[in-house]
């Protein structure tokens, strides 16, 4: 089902007024596409990997201590990689989420957010884009060096939210290496956060 033909001036606005915005889902975090993905310094994308291996840590500990108090065995797992990735154009990051928000995919989702019984402010979509060229972005991973590399798997977390024009918030949108096979997909959350209707088949 179509929902909406956006346009980049209208991705351009999306971006702009979700950007430090509370969203509408579980939790009410930021927009933050623009301030943690795109144009970050060498000096901001080691800061935010440092802030993210720290959260990990942080996470595990907690896993540790919670298994310790019922008297569970704790498995650890491996080392920590993960990738900070940022954009290296605006209008890259626009053109790309225009035409992530045009896909089949997000298109389906966005139908599913606003009609039926599904349809709810604070409802979130993440939508996972083959992009049809390679996006030159600036990554760390796993080290204290930032370098750059052809990226083509996308995501994007939207929001309902039916406070503006397109009732839609933008809260994060970045690039990676996906850890299976590169997809076209969505997944439709409900504002409390729990997952409720997947999209897939997407060629």
């Keep these: 089902m179509q929902y909406h033909t ?4 209208e991705v351009e606005e999306l971006l702009r007024a ?4 509370p969203s509408t889902h579980a939790g009410n975090r930021p927009g933050h596409a623009r301030e943690r993905h795109l144009l970050l310094s060498n000096a901001e994308l080691l800061a935010r990997h440092e802030m993210m291996v720290a959260a990990e840590q942080a996470r595990r500990a907690r896993r540790r201590a919670e298994a310790a108090d019922r008297g569970r065995r704790w498995l650890p797992g491996g080392p920590i990689y993960l990738m900070v990735t940022a954009f290296s ?3 890259d990051m626009v053109e790309m989420g225009c035409l992530l928000l045009k896909s089949p995919q997000a298109q389906a989702g966005l139908s599913a957010m606003f009609v039926g019984s599904m349809a709810a402010e604070g409802a979130r979509l993440e939508i996972c884009f083959i992009a049809p060229r390679d996006v030159t972005m600036r990554y760390v991973q796993g080290g204290a060096v930032v370098r750059t590399m052809p990226v083509r798997q996308l995501t994007m977390l939207v ?3 039916d406070r503006g024009r397109l009732r839609l918030h933008v809260q994060t949108f970045f690039g990676g290496v996906p850890v299976n096979e ?6 439709l959350s409900n ?6 209707l997947g999209f897939t088949g997407f060629p």
Excluded: K, Q
């Design 89 to 91: 154009t605006w209008s």
């Design 18 to 21: 979700s950007e430090g915005a």
């Design 159 to 161: 929001d309902r939210s």
């Design 6 to 9: 956006f346009s980049e001036g």
């Design 191 to 196: 504002p409390r956060g729990e997952e409720i």
């Design 182 to 187: 590169p997809h076209n997909g969505a997944v």
